[in-house]
């Protein structure tokens, strides 16, 4: 008999569903605490010079990748505020949420909402928002638009997608409407998201406004942007390489696999323990998938409880940048069956 979602998800403890709020405010403390770090000694380098170069180029580099896997970590644990998994108290999570990600210039509302429009929407194409909103297969891509190619090619399809996917993400979900109109809203679910964008918008502008006359212009652009620029890539990266391996599934609309889409077109990608530690182990994202409102810190028990029960379901392979290459090629859709299809790599350079 074909197992059912609720086949994986009960074989994860129950004592796992449940937050653990000293835990998630320890975290947010290390969390800020890494950030605010990072902040002050890239802050406290001299400006670089020809004299200085040899060592303050590579220290600089050194110091942004420290602060942008910081802030990568600050965005899991806003992830969990937005499942509701960072605390049992709504009001907890919506507040550190909201103030957490005005760091990131993001609306915490708007991301929830298109957030959870993935997950029930996963792997859906022309749907879901992310990677697979334009895969097609290899003859529908004769006949779309030359600007949806280029759109496949340089997103799913090479690193162009991780520098901009973040980007584009957030214009997205900013302007929800009409560039996310698959999302349907309610009229007034519609203005209070909006209000809320805007809200959201009003605050990171008062961050910037504050940040930037406490320490000058050219040093916020010196400190800042490094670290939101490798924290942004790697957010996309993390997001791509989980979803979207060669042989992962692919559905239209009306046939919606939910055990195909949750479980077996979601991928643990491992790596080195101290990337797993600053990101809190998102990589390690089947469980997510198979119940989303898993705090991050129980994960990995759950992906063991997984692993027991139904080991054969569980995808986890170690990262390469073989592997990655192939996830960038694997951008055409064969159809298995009807309104289901699995990534392949595609035929053509």
């Known amino acids: 008999m074909a197992l059912k979602l609720s086949d994986y998800v009960k074989v994860i403890p129950r004592a796992l569903w449940v937050p653990q709020e000293r835990k998630s405010l320890t975290t947010l403390f290390r969390c800020i605490t890494l950030v605010v770090l990072s902040q002050f000694l890239l802050c406290s380098m001299p400006e670089m ?47 550190v949420g909201f103030f957490s990600f005005t760091l990131l210039l993001n609306s915490f509302y708007g991301w929830r909402k298109a957030h959870d429009f993935h997950h029930r929407n996963n792997q859906v194409r022309r ?31 090479s690193p162009v997608g991780l520098f901009i996917g973040f980007w584009v993400g957030m214009l997205k979900r900013l302007f929800f409407s009409f560039l996310i109109p698959q999302m349907k809203l309610k009229k007034k679910e519609t203005i209070v998201l ?39 890539t790697t957010g996309a990266f993390l997001t791509f390489i989980q979803h979207s391996h060669p042989g992962n599934y692919a559905f239209d609309q009306g046939s919606f696999d939910v055990v195909l889409s ?3 077109s979601t991928v643990n990608v491992r790596f080195p323990k101290l990337l797993e530690y600053l990101w809190l182990d ?5 469980p997510h998938h198979v119940l989303p409102g898993i705090p991050w810190y129980h994960l990995r028990s759950a992906n063991d409880s997984l692993k027991a029960s139904s ?8 990262f390469s940048f073989s592997l990655l290459k192939r996830c960038w090629r ?3 859709l064969k159809q298995v069956s009807v309104g289901v299809y699995q990534l392949t790599e595609r035929s053509t350079i």
């Open 194 to 232: 909006y209000l809320q964008n805007f809200l959201s918008a009003i605050f990171s502008a008062l961050f910037l406004y504050i940040y930037i006359n406490l320490i000058g212009l050219d040093k916020f652009v010196y400190v800042y942007f490094g670290p939101v620029i490798i924290a942004t």
């Open 311 to 318: 080991p054969g379901d569980v995808k986890e392979v170690d």
């Open 127 to 157: 749907i879901d928002p992310d990677w697979p909103e334009l895969l097609s297969t290899k003859e529908e891509l004769k006949m779309i638009p030359w600007y949806e190619r280029v759109a496949i090619r340089l997103g799913p399809g």
């Open 262 to 264: 949750q479980v077996h």
């Open 282 to 286: 998102i990589n390690i994202h089947l």
């Open 49 to 95: 010079s020809f004299q200085n170069a040899l060592w303050a180029v590579p220290t600089y580099f050194f110091l942004s990748l420290f602060g942008g896997l910081s802030l990568v970590g600050l965005f899991v644990l806003v992830h969990d505020c937005g499942h509701y998994s960072f605390s049992n108290k709504k009001i907890l999570n919506d507040v």
């Open 330 to 332: 694997a951008t055409e």
